[in-house]
C-alpha cells in the first residue's frame, strides 16, 4: 500500500524550531518530487515547499523562505522540514505529498498530516 | 487572499449538478498550466480528485467532471450524494511566483 506518515509535530513557542518528518512506503520513493503543504485551522490549502528527486531542486513559498529547509533522504525513504524562526502564522497541519510531473504538477497521495502550533 | 479565486460555499439537494468555479489569472490558468481538483472530507487528509483539467484518478466516480477555458477552470458534480459534501479545492503553477498555488477552497453542502 502507498503510504505516507507525518511526524514531528507538536508545541513551540514563537522563535522556536521543529523538525518534520515524512517516511514512507509502497513506492520507489528516490522517484518521485516531494512538496509540504500546510493548512491553517479552519482555512484553506498552502502550498510550503517542493524537492526534486534527488534533492538537487527546491523552492520555497514566500512565507517560509529563510527560515524552512526541505530535504530528503532516499536510502531512508525519508522527507523532512526544518523549521527555524516559528511564528504563530506557522500554526498548522502539515501534510507531505508525492508529487506527478516535474512542471505544472498535481498531488497524489497524501499524509493525515502532523499539527504544529506555535503560541507562548 | 489566494491567487485561484473560488466561491466560499455551493449547495445542492441530492440528485443535482453542482459547479465551482476557480478563477485565475495570466500567470496560471492563463498561461496554460493545468489545474487540479482535490477533495478533502470533514477531518480528512486532500484527496486528487481530476488532474490536468479533466483527468480522474482511478476510482474516483464519473460523476466528477472537470474543466478549462481561458484563465478558468470548474469542477462539476452530478447526481449529488451526501457523502459528496467536503471540501473542493483547485490547484495549478504560478510563473510570477514560481511555484504552486491553491484556490481558497469551496464547501460543498448536500441539502
Known amino acids: 500500500e502507498v503510504q505516507l506518515v507525518e511526524s514531528g509535530g507538536g508545541f513551540v513557542q514563537p522563535g522556536g524550531s521543529l523538525r518534520l518528518s515524512c517516511a514512507a512506503s509502497?513506492?520507489?520513493?528516490?522517484?518521485?518530487?516531494m512538496n509540504w503543504v500546510r493548512q491553517a485551522p479552519g482555512k484553506g490549502l498552502e502550498w510550503v515547499s517542493y524537492?526534486?528527486?534527488?534533492?538537487?531542486?527546491?523552492y520555497y513559498a514566500d512565507s517560509v523562505k529563510g527560515r524552512f529547509t526541505i530535504s530528503r533522504d532516499n536510502a531512508k525513504n525519508s522527507l523532512y522540514l526544518q523549521m527555524n524562526s516559528l511564528r504563530a502564522e506557522d500554526t498548522a497541519v502539515y501534510y507531505c505529498?508525492?508529487?506527478?510531473?516535474?512542471?505544472?504538477?498535481?498531488?497524489?497521495?497524501w499524509g493525515k498530516g502532523t499539527t504544529v502550533t506555535v503560541s507562548s | 487572499q489566494s491567487v485561484l479565486t473560488q466561491p466560499p460555499s455551493v449547495s445542492g439537494a441530492p440528485g443535482q449538478r453542482v459547479t465551482i468555479s476557480c478563477t485565475g489569472s495570466?500567470?496560471?490558468?492563463?498561461?496554460?498550466?493545468?489545474v487540479h481538483w482535490y477533495q478533502q472530507l470533514p477531518g480528512t487528509a486532500p484527496k486528487l480528485l481530476i488532474y490536468d483539467n479533466s483527468n480522474r484518478p482511478s476510482g474516483v466516480p464519473d460523476r466528477f467532471s472537470g474543466s478549462k477555458s481561458g484563465t478558468s477552470a470548474s469542477l462539476a458534480i452530478t447526481g449529488l450524494q451526501a457523502e459528496d459534501e467536503a471540501d473542493y479545492y483547485c490547484?495549478?503553477?504560478?510563473?510570477?511566483?514560481?511555484?504552486?498555488?491553491f484556490g481558497g477552497g469551496t464547501k460543498l453542502t448536500v441539502l
Open positions: 524537492i526534486s528527486t534527488s534533492g538537487s531542486t527546491v
Open positions: 505529498a508525492r508529487v506527478r510531473r516535474a512542471v505544472n504538477y498535481y498531488m497524489d497521495v
Open positions: 490547484q495549478s503553477y504560478d510563473s510570477s511566483l514560481s511555484g504552486s498555488v
Open positions: 495570466s500567470s496560471n490558468i492563463g498561461a496554460g498550466y493545468d
Open positions: 509502497g513506492f520507489t520513493f528516490s522517484s518521485y518530487s
